[in-house]
């Protein structure tokens, strides 16, 4: 399995970025997939999660910025981030686990078994 991100940069506060993670070696779609983000300094935060079903789910912190959407066909997942803040400065990394999550797993960095390189977003 191999989850390869894409689509990081560097914007001005106030504009939008849209981040690929592309899937491969899975043999099926059951599975979250969730956006993590850590900033220089500090620890991995949970960011997004799309689950088995489609749902999607946000930190706080991102709500009504942030998209998150799996296209299953493309065995892809996207976050699209709109009104980019410095603070959203971080490397951004893809994670998939290998069965539906329940609720309070969805954070967890620990329910995910596999994780893609990251890419770097920077707001100034």
């Known amino acids: 399995v191999q989850l390869v991100e894409s689509g990081g940069g560097s914007v001005q506060a106030g504009g939008s970025l849209r981040l690929s993670c592309e899937a491969s070696?899975?043999?099926?779609?059951?599975?979250?997939m969730s956006w993590f983000r850590q900033a220089p300094g500090k620890k991995l935060e949970w960011v997004s999660n799309c689950d088995g079903r489609g749902t999607a789910y946000y930190s706080d912190s991102v709500k009504g910025r942030f998209t998150i959407s799996h296209d299953k066909s493309k065995n892809t997942a996207y976050l699209q981030m709109n009104d980019l803040k410095p603070e959203d400065t971080a490397m951004y990394y893809c994670?998939?686990?290998?069965?539906?999550?329940?609720?309070?797993?969805?954070?967890?960095?620990?329910?995910?078994?596999?994780w893609g390189q990251g890419t770097q977003v920077t707001v100034s």
């Open positions: 994670a998939a686990s290998i069965i539906i999550l329940q609720p309070a797993s969805r954070l967890r960095r620990r329910s995910y078994n596999h």
């Open positions: 070696g899975f043999t099926d779609d059951d599975r979250d």
